[in-house]
């Protein structure tokens, strides 16, 4: 049989097409290179490290205020997040007797197959990937939105970019579609706050809480270093891991469910504190069904539930959801899930202050 060996024959062409799959690369900035665009002045460093022990102490209930994390799904225009982070931090101050308020900053969104990757990966939205200007642009922004006095929360997606972004963020979360990876549990064992850990998408609470035993271990693990290089990172575990119930094909932020995810916590030796996203599978993806699922909490907490350490709750600026492909891209609508408009999520967060109010009463 005839074989072709020049460069330029159609059946070389046509196999190098098929195993073609690394094309080109490009250098990211390290830490340490954004960090020195959009540095963290020593007073707000401080600031940040007060808010992961403030969180800390609330789930440990030595504070016995009520843990809400709140914002959009994700941050698509930083410019619009801001000015919803500064009606945010309003908000906190007005009601900081009753409510730790934590604002959603996610800039990395998990796929389970496809779609636009969160503002680090695609800070442009038309699919070009640039990683460094996401890098740069994401980072500016944590840094000005941590600068409003609020404690901010992220979801680490990749454990690669973990260091570019870690010293700004008061509140870890590991996903639904992360949480049974070895590396983001060896992450969130490493990571210098609380750590929520999400029940699968599946509804599966048995391997967050494997994820939370697995976090409280020490490590030894390759991560990035401040100066880009791959490091050994150890770590000593972390004691601030606790599990977050974000329903699945079916709801469990009911009582018969967050008693029943108690209890694993207890037999498997951790404490029994439960933070509960109103949205996802809990609210069947449905923005407006968040007020109910948030009531029911509310009522059960203002009642003396003391398990129930905190809530998640997906707002923006207004009521809804656009595609990332709208024309024009409106900077006030979430791009990813729908989420509640400001208009209706004070009156929430006027709800949740009342019930701890009272829970603390009691």
């Not at 020593?42 to 205020?65: M, N, S, Y």
């Not at 390759?222 to 770590?235: E, M, T």
């Not at 609508?333 to 967060?349: F, K, Y």
Request: with cysteine.
């Amino acid at each position: 049989m005839h074989r072709c060996r020049s460069a330029g024959c159609p059946a070389r062409s046509t196999t190098t097409r098929r195993t073609q799959r690394m094309l080109d690369q490009d250098l990211l900035p390290t830490p340490a290179e954004v960090d020195a665009q959009a540095p963290l002045s020593p007073p707000l460093r401080a600031a940040i490290a007060a808010h992961r022990e403030t969180i800390a102490a609330v789930l440990d209930r030595r504070d016995p205020r009520l843990l809400v994390i709140v914002g959009p799904c994700s941050v698509h225009d930083p410019a619009a997040t801001l000015d919803y982070a500064h009606l945010v931090a309003g908000a906190a101050a007005r009601f900081a007797d009753d409510l730790v308020v934590v604002l959603r900053a996610y800039l990395e969104k998990p796929r389970t197959v496809a779609g636009w990757p969160g503002l680090v990966r695609d800070p442009t939205l038309d699919g070009k990937g640039d990683l460094a200007a996401g890098l740069r642009t994401g980072r500016a922004f944590l840094v000005e939105a941590a600068a409003t006095g609020l404690p901010l929360a992220y979801e680490f997606v990749d454990p690669v970019l973990a260091s570019h972004v870690a010293d700004a963020i008061s509140w870890a979360a590991i996903g639904a579609r992360t949480v049974t990876s070895p590396p983001h549990r060896q992450l969130a064992s490493w990571l210098p706050m609380p750590v929520g850990m999400k029940n699968t998408v599946g509804g599966r609470v048995d391997l967050a809480i494997d994820a939370l035993r697995a976090a409280g271990l020490p490590h030894v693990f390759p991560g990035i270093g401040r100066d880009g290089r791959v490091a050994a990172l150890r770590s000593s575990g972390n004691p601030s891991a606790h599990l977050v119930l974000r329903g699945g094909p079916v709801p469990n932020y009911d009582a018969a469910s967050v008693a029943a995810a108690a209890n694993a916590l207890t037999e498997a030796g951790l404490p029994s504190r439960v933070v509960v996203d109103c949205s996802h599978g809990n609210s069947g993806k449905d923005h407006n069904r968040q007020p109910l699922v948030l009531a029911d909490l509310a009522d059960r907490i203002a009642g003396g539930d003391r398990v129930l350490a905190g809530l998640m709750l997906e707002s923006y600026l207004s009521d809804g959801k656009q595609y990332p492909d709208a024309h024009p891209l409106r900077p006030d609508l979430s791009i990813t899930d729908a989420c509640l408009g400001w208009s209706r999520t004070v009156p929430l967060l006027e709800q949740l202050a009342l019930a701890a109010k009272r829970r603390t009463a009691r």
